[in-house]
């Protein structure tokens, strides 16, 4: 059985991701910051919970160190959790790059020694096509408009972490996924995005590939994704 962990796992495209996941037969382990509420999260669906604070390098590694107690390995890893900040300030954007960026960093390298025990091993970044320099200055994309500074820049450091630990580790495949614009509590504010269900399958396909498939790449759903 594959064993998966989704970070930010409790709520929203996590949630979904872990469900379809499910369905496809995963092991599948929510991380959550917050502890009842990923348990009551994984209790909805049949997965597993881990309480896991992606800011919080002890929470990591304990986190990792009880699904490596448990399963002894970690076949896919989910960089879900992630946040969006309208502000632009000091505090704001220690918060974005602490969840965004440096959490990619935190479980990542707790989760490498289980990733290589992994008959195929692979690691999808949930990032953004606003980290993209390509779509958000080019008129025809809907990203152009939005001014998401940190969010944007958050973003655009997860997808190049991700291609960088590619770089490093071609034993395991890594690849930055927009997942589309999706309706959850993140984007309730600007009142757009389709059902989770519809982006979380993007998300799965990633979760789940061909062992010859690419690595080091940015996705979405039509191809790779300029940025």
Same mark, same amino acid.
């Given at each position: !059985?594959t064993?998966?962990?989704? &970070?930010g796992?409790?709520? @929203?495209?996590?949630?979904?991701?872990?469900r *379809?996941?499910?369905?496809? @037969?995963?092991d599948?382990?929510?991380?959550?910051?917050?502890?009842?509420?990923? *348990?009551?999260?994984?209790? +909805?669906?049949?997965a #597993?919970?881990?309480q896991?604070?992606?800011?919080?390098?002890?929470?990591? #590694? #304990?986190?990792?160190?009880?699904?490596?107690?448990?399963?002894? #390995?970690?076949?896919?890893?989910?960089?879900n959790a /992630?946040?969006?900040?309208t502000?632009?300030?000091?505090?704001?954007?220690? +918060?974005s790059?602490?969840?965004?960026?440096?959490?990619?960093?935190?479980?990542?390298?707790?989760?490498?020694?289980?990733?290589? +025990?992994s008959?195929?091993?692979?690691?999808?970044t949930?990032?953004?096509?606003? @980290?993209?320099?390509?779509?958000? &200055?080019?008129?025809?994309?809907?990203?152009?408009?939005?001014?998401?500074?940190?969010?944007?820049?958050?973003k655009?450091?997860?997808?190049?972490?991700?291609?960088?630990?590619?770089?490093?580790?071609?034993?395991?495949r890594?690849?930055?996924?927009?997942?589309?614009? %999706?309706a &959850?509590d !993140?984007?309730?504010?600007?009142?757009?995005?389709r059902?989770? *269900?519809?982006?979380a399958?993007?998300?799965?396909?990633?979760? %789940?590939?061909?062992?010859?498939?690419?690595? /080091?790449?940015f *996705?979405?759903?039509?191809?790779?994704?300029?940025?």
């Amino acid at each position: !059985m594959t064993v998966t962990l989704i &970070t930010g796992g409790n709520k @929203g495209l996590g949630h979904e991701t872990a469900r *379809q996941l499910l369905d496809l @037969g995963h092991d599948v382990w929510i991380g959550a910051r917050d502890a009842g509420r990923g *348990q009551e999260a994984a209790a +909805r669906i049949g997965a #597993r919970s881990v309480q896991l604070d992606v800011t919080d390098e002890a929470s990591v #590694r #304990r986190a990792l160190a009880t699904i490596d107690a448990a399963e002894g #390995r970690l076949d896919v890893l989910v960089h879900n959790a /992630g946040v969006l900040e309208t502000g632009l300030d000091g505090p704001a954007a220690t +918060r974005s790059f602490a969840t965004n960026a440096v959490g990619v960093v935190l479980v990542t390298e707790a989760a490498l020694p289980l990733l290589r +025990r992994s008959a195929n091993p692979t690691v999808v970044t949930v990032s953004s096509s606003m @980290g993209s320099f390509w779509a958000v &200055t080019n008129p025809d994309r809907p990203e152009a408009g939005f001014p998401l500074a940190l969010y944007a820049a958050s973003k655009a450091a997860a997808t190049m972490l991700t291609l960088q630990y590619a770089k490093a580790n071609p034993g395991i495949r890594f690849n930055a996924v927009e997942p589309g614009a %999706t309706a &959850t509590d !993140m984007t309730a504010a600007f009142g757009i995005g389709r059902p989770v *269900q519809e982006s979380a399958r993007v998300v799965v396909r990633w979760a %789940t590939p061909d062992p010859s498939g690419p690595t /080091g790449t940015f *996705q979405d759903e039509a191809g790779t994704l300029p940025w």
